[in-house]
Structures are given as structure tokens and as C-alpha cells.
């Protein structure tokens, strides 16, 4: 079924209102991984609503993720990542985009992991560089050589990440493809947790 008012929003989503999803997609994965930009078309698809956990940090905090790394440090920032995911995490309904770096801190992994459904989305070092390099926003890719640090950070998250619920790959390409392979995943994953 196709909403005559938006084609876009295709009734693809049994998987929602049949009830089997019960409680927030969480996206997890490196940066440029694609959790903000693909989670918002994702929660358009399920019709559901969409929160970024950077952009609540840095309303909270009052300024950019950058400022607060520059002017509190890394352990602050973890802090105040943790505490606006458990806000987020209340039980109801919604597609998350996590920080790259949430699903790493075994805490905010745990919380994740008990409160919502998660998904990585996974992409490979020359993926992650090039979709980086658009944007230089982000603290921890700061300096000379952003590729060895993503590379570090991908090999160090990597045992992390992996303990997501389902995996999928977040291929180049058009953003609808990945949600599509989101939904498949979700509504295979869903299906197999509720079987009796
Ligand atoms: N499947 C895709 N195909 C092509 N480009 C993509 C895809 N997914 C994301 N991108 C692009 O990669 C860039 C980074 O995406 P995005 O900001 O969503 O990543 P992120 O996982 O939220 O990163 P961060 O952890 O830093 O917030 C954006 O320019 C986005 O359009
Ligand atoms: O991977 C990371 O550690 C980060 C990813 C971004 O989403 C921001 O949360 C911040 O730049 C740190
Ligand atoms: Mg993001």
C-alpha cells in the first residue's frame, strides 16, 4: 500500500504493525557508517519517530560534539551519551542513530542491548574514508592521517559492534537500498524471536 500523498511511504512495514517490534531500533557502527542519514529514512519507512543521539547531546550540551570534546574531553562526552540514551531508551517505538563510538562503551552496549533492537551497519575502511572526508566534524578523525585512526577504530570496535542483533551491510548506493536490507533483516530477526 502506497500513501497517495507521499509514494515514499511505502506500507512496508508489517513488521510494525503487527506488533512484533516492541521496542527502538537502535543503529549502531563506525562513522559514516550511515546511522543518521539512513536511520532517518528508515524511521520515514516504518513511520516511526527519529532521534539522533549526537543531535541530543549536543542540545543538551549546547554546543557541537566537537565543543564538548574540546572543552570537557572524551570521557565527558561518553557520559553524556550514555545518559541521553537512557532517556531515549523509554520503550516506545523509534529508529535511534547511536554515536559511532556507543556501542564500544560497554555500558551504553549493555543498555543498548537490554532496551532495543540494534543494528550495525557495516561498512569497510575505504567505504568509511571516503564518506568522512565530506564532513570534517568529527573530533576523533582530527589530525594527519584520519584513515589510520579509522582504521584503529574499526579494528578495535569491531568485536563490539558484532554483538549487535543483526548485521547489514551499508553499501554505496542509494540509501533506500540499505533501508530495504534493514527491513528485511529486522523483519527475519523479529520473526525468529517470536517464533513458538
Ligand atoms: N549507503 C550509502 N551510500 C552512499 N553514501 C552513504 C550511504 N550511507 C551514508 N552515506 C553518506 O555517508 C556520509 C556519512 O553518513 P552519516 O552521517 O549518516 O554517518 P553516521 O554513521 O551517522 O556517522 P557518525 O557516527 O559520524 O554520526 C553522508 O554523506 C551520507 O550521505
Ligand atoms: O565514533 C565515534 O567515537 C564518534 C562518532 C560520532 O558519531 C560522534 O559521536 C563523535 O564524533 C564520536
Ligand atoms: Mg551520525
Not at 515514499?8 to 512496508?12: A, C, G, K, Q
Not at 523509554?90 to 517505538?93: A, E, L, N, V
Given at each position: 500500500m502506497t500513501d497517495p500523498e507521499d509514494p515514499?511511504?511505502?506500507?512496508?512495514a508489517p513488521v510494525v504493525r503487527d506488533g512484533a517490534l516492541d521496542r527502538p531500533i537502535a543503529l549502531v557502527g563506525m562513522m559514516g557508517s550511515g546511522k543518521s542519514t539512513v536511520g532517518r529514512r528508515l524511521a520515514r519507512r516504518l513511520a516511526l519517530p527519529f532521534v539522533d543521539s549526537d543531535q541530543e547531546v549536543e542540545t543538551a550540551a549546547g554546543c557541537p560534539v566537537s565543543e564538548v570534546f574540546e572543552r570537557f574531553g572524551e570521557a565527558a562526552f561518553r557520559q553524556g551519551e550514555y545518559k541521553v540514551l537512557a532517556r531515549l531508551l523509554?520503550?516506545?517505538?523509534k529508529v535511534i542513530a547511536t554515536g559511532g563510538g556507543a556501542f564500544a562503551e560497554p555500558g551504553t552496549r549493555d543498555l543498548l542491548r537490554a532496551r532495543a533492537v540494534t543494528v550495525w551497519l557495516k561498512a569497510d575502511l575505504d567505504t568509511l574514508v571516503a564518506r568522512t572526508a565530506r564532513r570534517d566534524t568529527r573530533p576523533l578523525l582530527r589530525g594527519p592521517d584520519p584513515r589510520a585512526k579509522l582504521a584503529q577504530l574499526l579494528d578495535r570496535r569491531t568485536p563490539d559492534y558484532a554483538q549487535a542483533d543483526i548485521h547489514v551491510v551499508s553499501a554505496d548506493g542509494p540509501h533506500g537500498r540499505v533501508v530495504d536490507a534493514i527491513i528485511d533483516a529486522l523483519t527475519a530477526h523479529l520473526e525468529e524471536n517470536t517464533a513458538s
Open positions: 515514499e511511504l511505502i506500507d512496508t523509554d520503550g516506545r517505538r
